[in-house]
């Protein structure tokens, strides 16, 4: 531990730290599936027992790598379609993506509640291109924030499984109908995974994991077309690359039943245009 920030989290907000930390631990590895200074900058600096709170586990690292380089993938083949567009983060928490695939001329808008965002703006101040802003996610006021007129990406990581399944819906609407040509990343917990939550026996080291209200099996992500007209697509964002057994068991886990009905998932949802 270092001799810097300490900062005091709530049980939701606390994941924000848990990310931060695994991304660090994957990103310290010569032979990284995700390079992220930056992140491995901020543990360095935050004064927390990371290791003693959240483990070491190299397995939880490279599949939390994984998952973070879906939503990298979707963020960069956006900027490049769309290089002066707006990307907006829900529930950021300590995300250091912008660092990771910036273009030099995109517009980021991180949303958070306000003790993240505080958190934010001390640990990684923004540039002339970023804006935080301290509102709940889920009633949609910071949509007139959004500059449009460049194209919308936002994303939705580690946020909506925190949610009740009816405010998930009503989030996902509305952003389909106030960005139409844009577009949400989103990733899901299953259902089995989600029921451990609520009862309390997901455990990780000393960290109890949050209730996870709302899940979603990978095979049920059509469903999510049926929040509103205004979604014209959906599709599955599936993990690449992998290192040492976990490379090698990949491709099985997302196309052999029950593992790839029943795995966490990352999914893309296009908006129709207007």
Request: charged content about 25%; proline content about 8%; glycine content about 8%.
């Amino acid at each position: 531990m270092s001799s810097g920030e300490r900062p005091e989290l709530g049980a939701v907000p606390e994941t924000a730290l848990w990310t931060l930390w695994y991304r660090a631990v994957a990103a310290r590895r010569p032979d990284a599936v995700l390079r992220d200074p930056k992140a491995v900058e901020l543990v360095e600096r935050i004064d927390h027992a990371f290791a003693d709170r959240f483990g070491t586990s190299g397995l939880q690292a490279q599949l939390q790598a994984l998952r973070v380089g879906c939503f990298d993938r979707e963020v960069a083949d956006f900027l490049a379609r769309e290089p002066r567009g707006t990307v907006v983060c829900l529930g950021d928490g300590l995300e250091t993506q912008y660092w990771r695939v910036d273009n030099g001329r995109a517009r980021w808008l991180t949303v958070d509640l306000p003790e993240l965002v505080a958190l934010r703006e001390q640990l990684l101040p923004p540039g002339p291109r970023q804006r935080y802003l301290a509102a709940d996610a889920t009633a949609l006021g910071w949509a007139e924030e959004v500059d449009r007129h460049h194209g919308v990406l936002v994303t939705a990581q580690g946020l909506l499984m925190y949610l009740p399944p009816m405010r998930v819906r009503a989030l996902i609407a509305g952003c389909a109908e106030r960005f139409p040509g844009g577009s949400l990343v989103l990733d899901a917990v299953p259902r089995w995974f989600s029921r451990l939550t609520l009862t309390g026996r997901m455990r990780s080291h000393a960290y109890q994991a949050p209730p996870m209200p709302w899940a979603m099996d990978a095979d049920e992500r059509g469903k999510l077309r049926t929040a509103s007209p205004a979604v014209a697509a959906v599709r599955d964002v599936r993990p690449l690359g992998g290192r040492g057994p976990v490379g090698a068991l990949l491709p099985l886990a997302l196309t052999v039943p029950p593992f790839s009905t029943r795995r966490p998932s990352v999914v893309a949802l296009e908006f129709a245009a207007r």
